[in-house]
């Protein structure tokens, strides 16, 4: 019996030792397995930011870069040195913009100073276009530039500050974008946040940039040409029912107010379909229906007799339409408005059509009430035989028509259209009809949706 206990005390003694040493080797294995996995955690740290600080020390050498060129454009008389300046500095402008925007920063404590950078790129590429027709700098982009060139510098100093004072704290990057070391904490207010915030105070008196490009500030203040009345959103409801009584709509919500928008109105919705009438005048700004489109039962032709048909309707008069895209079972077509034989790109309107049924399924007019107004079209100048003159040998015209074309400042240049055929592939040229000189190019793709430009 004593020996049977020894036995059985003996075999939880082994069965113990087993399980310990088990547990043991599990042990060492998650500590090694910890060790690892700490190391690697490690090792991805210091290489991101090591990423971090060489893309901070890239936007204080493009900035650098910026203010050195903005100096010497000041100085120079001569066109094609300042064309090589001008595209560097736009260069060096959208490279720190982006590398900027991909540090771990709060953006709201330096939108200014990337916009500073964006529109200084955009500015500069519209010195260096003109500067290709031989323009001089003026006194007054002369003196644009002094002050802009002020501010660069500024921001390469305050830059260069910074880096310094993160390398004499030993501030991470990485513990910036994941914000848990204490002492980050603390030096970050010091630092990332006052020292940025100190940098978007000077930028934010900057002086406003009035140009012909795409980020000009006064791009986004253009109002609509639209005239009328203000109306109420119960007058806005009731033309938002006219409009949509072919869908046979019974309850229209109201949806709000839109207010920070370049036409300000109101939206309705139903089941599907939503849309918006403007306050001015009440047009419809925009309308678009999500309800699912079945199997097409009638081809393109069909579609565009409908949407002409549907913009007669809707009182825009004059409309032709250019291009079109097929997608998920509907066919859009873009319109614009024609006078005196001229095309007029910026009057636009698109028109989605259901191939299931034919009903019209979107509307999108906000560029013809932004744009539209009775235009008087000045007569061209050149001569469209003389215009072609800059296209390249071996294109074949395929064919030519006037047209007012939008600029990237939202002006407008009467313009000779070429649809050319270069290398098997299509382009559209645009001549200037005043100057003769060649304006945009765009290369059309076909595919069997539509015709897209590029």
Same mark, same amino acid.
């Given at each position: 019996?004593?020996?049977?206990?020894?036995?059985?005390e003996?075999? #939880?003694?082994?069965?113990?030792?087993?399980?310990?040493?088990i547990?043991?080797?599990?042990? @060492?294995?998650?500590?090694?397995?910890?060790?690892?996995?700490?190391s690697?955690?490690?090792?991805?740290?210091?290489?991101l930011?090591a990423?971090?600080q060489?893309?901070?020390?890239?936007?204080?050498? $493009?900035?650098?870069?910026?203010?050195? !060129?903005?100096?010497?454009?000041?100085?120079?008389?001569?066109?094609?040195q300042?064309?090589?300046?001008?595209?560097?500095?736009?260069?060096?402008s959208?490279?720190?913009? #982006?590398? =900027?925007?991909?540090? &771990?920063?709060?953006?709201?404590?330096?939108?200014?100073?990337e916009?500073?950078?964006?529109?200084?790129?955009?500015?500069?590429?519209?010195?260096?276009?003109?500067?290709?027709?031989?323009?001089?700098?003026?006194?007054?982009?002369?003196?644009? *530039?002094?002050?802009?060139?002020?501010?660069?510098?500024?921001?390469?100093?305050?830059?260069?500050?910074?880096?310094?004072?993160?390398?004499k704290?030993?501030?991470?990057?990485?513990?910036?974008?994941?914000?848990?070391?204490?002492?980050?904490?603390?030096? $970050?207010?010091?630092?990332?946040?006052?020292?940025?915030?100190?940098?978007?105070?000077? =930028?934010?008196?900057?002086?406003e940039?009035i140009?012909?490009?795409?980020?000009?500030?006064? @791009?986004?203040?253009?109002?609509?040409?639209?005239?009328? #009345?203000?109306?109420?959103?119960?007058?806005?409801? %009731?033309?938002?029912?006219?409009?949509?009584?072919?869908?046979?709509?019974k309850?229209?919500?109201?949806?709000?107010?839109?207010?920070?928008?370049?036409? &300000?109105?109101?939206?309705?919705?139903?089941?599907?379909?939503?849309l918006?009438?403007?306050?001015?005048?009440?047009?419809?700004?925009?309308?678009?229906?999500?309800?699912?489109?079945?199997q097409?039962? *009638?081809?393109?032709?069909?579609?565009?007799d409908?949407?002409?048909?549907?913009?007669?309707?809707?009182?825009?008069?004059?409309?032709? &339409? +250019?291009?079109?895209? +097929?997608?998920?079972?509907?066919?859009?077509?873009?319109?614009?408005?024609?006078?005196?034989n001229?095309?007029?790109? &910026?009057?636009?309107?698109?028109?989605?059509?259901?191939?299931?049924?034919?009903?019209?399924?979107?509307? %999108?007019?906000?560029?013809?009430?932004?744009?539209?107004?009775?235009?008087k079209?000045?007569?061209?100048?050149?001569?469209?035989?003389?215009?072609?003159?800059?296209?390249? !040998?071996g294109?074949k015209?395929?064919?030519?028509?006037? +047209?007012?074309?939008?600029?990237?400042?939202?002006k %407008?240049?009467?313009?000779?259209?070429?649809?050319?055929?270069?290398?098997?592939?299509?382009?559209?040229?645009?001549?200037?009809? *005043?100057?003769?000189?060649?304006?945009?190019?765009?290369?059309?793709?076909?595919?069997?949706?539509?015709?897209?430009?590029?």
């Open positions: 019996m004593v020996c049977k206990r020894n036995l059985l003996r075999s #939880d003694i082994l069965n113990l030792k087993k399980k310990t040493n547990l043991l080797g599990l042990l @060492v294995v998650c500590f090694l397995w910890g060790m690892t996995g700490y690697q955690k490690t090792a991805y740290k210091r290489s930011n990423q971090y060489r893309m901070f020390y890239d936007v204080i050498g $493009n900035v650098d870069t910026i203010q050195s !060129d903005l100096s010497k454009v000041n100085v120079s008389n001569s066109t094609k300042n064309i090589i300046l001008l595209t560097d500095i736009m260069s060096q959208y490279l720190a913009q #982006d590398k =900027m925007a991909q540090l &771990p920063l709060n953006h709201k404590s330096i939108g200014k100073t916009k500073f950078l964006t529109q200084l790129g955009d500015y500069t590429i519209t010195l260096a276009k003109e500067a290709l027709d031989d323009k001089n700098l003026d006194e007054k982009e002369r003196k644009k *530039i002094s002050e802009l060139q002020k501010s660069a510098k500024y921001l390469s100093e305050e830059l260069a500050k910074v880096q310094s004072e993160i390398a704290d030993k501030i991470q990057f990485t513990d910036i974008a994941a914000k848990a070391n204490k002492k980050m904490k603390k030096s $970050n207010a010091n630092i990332m946040a006052t020292s940025m915030i100190r940098i978007e105070e000077r =930028m934010g008196e900057t002086p940039l140009y012909d490009g795409p980020f000009s500030e006064h @791009v986004g203040n253009i109002k609509p040409r639209l005239k009328g #009345d203000k109306i109420d959103k119960d007058k806005a409801k %009731e033309i938002a029912s006219n409009f949509l009584k072919y869908k046979k709509i309850e229209l919500n109201y949806g709000g107010r839109i207010k920070n928008n370049s036409i &300000p109105g109101y939206m309705f919705n139903s089941e599907n379909v939503s918006s009438v403007s306050q001015t005048a009440g047009k419809i700004v925009w309308m678009v229906d999500t309800r699912q489109i079945g097409p039962s *009638i081809d393109k032709k069909k579609a565009l409908i949407a002409k048909k549907f913009l007669k309707e809707s009182e825009y008069n004059n409309m032709v &339409p +250019t291009y079109s895209l +097929t997608n998920n079972g509907a066919i859009t077509f873009n319109f614009c408005s024609k006078k005196d001229v095309t007029i790109y &910026p009057d636009l309107i698109k028109v989605k059509v259901a191939l299931d049924n034919g009903e019209v399924v979107g509307l %999108e007019s906000q560029g013809y009430i932004i744009s539209h107004y009775d235009r079209i000045r007569k061209p100048e050149v001569e469209p035989k003389d215009a072609s003159k800059n296209i390249i !040998d294109a015209i395929l064919k030519t028509k006037l +047209t007012i074309i939008p600029t990237e400042g939202k %407008e240049k009467l313009c000779y259209e070429f649809k050319v055929e270069y290398k098997e592939r299509d382009f559209l040229i645009y001549v200037d009809a *005043i100057t003769g000189k060649q304006q945009k190019i765009f290369e059309l793709i076909k595919n069997p949706d539509g015709t897209l430009t590029m």
